[in-house]
């Protein structure tokens, strides 16, 4: 399964509120040739590290590509600057975040792409919660443990709730 976590917690004249941006962000991948095999609900959580930044909405996406994660990682970068993802100063508030979070069991990094999985998507309640709804038996690829385990050791600064009514779990709204 390759996953994608998504991100954002400032408005955009062109694409709305922060869920907004997450939707639009979501058709832009399709509009590119990604298939989007599974979504989870939107969560609603706190920044990372603990700051005054406002809160994101955050999701997980399952896609399909023939991409390699080099690639797939650089088309993500482009679909965040068409959103108006600028890159000045780690962990600042953004339009949109898209990370790569898993390619299948991938481990490691491949002649200079990115580091799989994600080196801290086991520390993230805006990753691991909105993955657990869309695949409440995943295991995280190099250590084995279990999404209900590493949603359990996650610190209480790592607030998290649902973004609205939702009909339930990978339904996406």
């Known amino acids: 399964m390759i996953l994608i976590a998504l991100g954002s917690n400032l408005f955009s004249d062109a694409y709305g509120s922060p869920q907004d941006i997450c939707v639009a962000a979501v058709e832009a991948l399709e509009k590119r040739g ?6 989870s609900r939107w969560f609603r959580t ?14 997980v996406i399952a896609v399909e590509t023939l991409l390699p994660p080099a690639e797939l ?4 970068h482009e679909v965040e600057s068409e959103f108006g993802r600028t890159r000045t100063v780690r962990n600042e508030a953004r339009t949109l ?13 491949e002649a200079g792409g990115p580091i799989l999985p ?11 919660l909105p993955l657990a709804d869309i695949d409440p ?16 050791a996650l610190p209480a600064d790592q607030r998290a709730e649902l973004d609205g ?6 339904d996406g709204r």
């Open 137 to 152: 038996q995943w295991r995280h690829p190099v250590s084995g443990v279990p999404i209900a385990t590493l949603i359990s």
């Open 73 to 76: 990682l650089g088309l993500l």
């Open 34 to 39: 990604i298939s989007i095999t599974a979504r």
């Open 97 to 109: 975040d898209l990370d790569l979070i898993a390619y299948n069991d991938r481990v490691g990094n």
């Open 118 to 128: 994600h080196p801290r998507l086991h520390e993230r309640a805006f990753v691991l």
């Open 46 to 59: 706190a920044p990372v590290p603990v700051s005054d930044q406002p809160w994101f909405v955050n999701g």
């Open 165 to 170: 009514p939702g009909d339930g779990p990978g």
